[in-house]
């Protein structure tokens, strides 16, 4: 998560943030001085650019999943050909009526 922290803000705690892991840009440091209007302008576009990052990430997501999802189909698709087939009686007793018919072969 990002954290915009303002001059006033501890430091203590910007510390103890970042320690954590979290990705804080502390004004007091990063940017002394500016207006207030900056800060909150600072603010809007890290807003925008997390909202821009969670979208693509979304997106990487579901391109992910749809390709997933595709995988699985022509994995199902193929073994459903590869299987062994089974036969029906009616298949059975059409070889049946064939017996005689040839000679048997040996290799």
Known sequence: MRFLA??????????????S????LWIRTDAPGITDQDVLARGRRGSTYQDELTRRSN?????ANKKA??????RVTLEAQLAPRSLTKDHYDALQTL?????????
């Open 69 to 74: 999802e595709e995988a699985q189909l022509a």
């Open 99 to 107: 017996r005689g018919w040839f000679r048997q072969a040996t290799w």
């Open 6 to 19: 303002d001059e006033n803000f501890p430091g203590d705690a910007v510390t103890s943030l970042r320690t």
């Open 59 to 63: 997106k990487e997501a579901s391109d």
């Open 21 to 24: 892991g979290q990705d804080v």
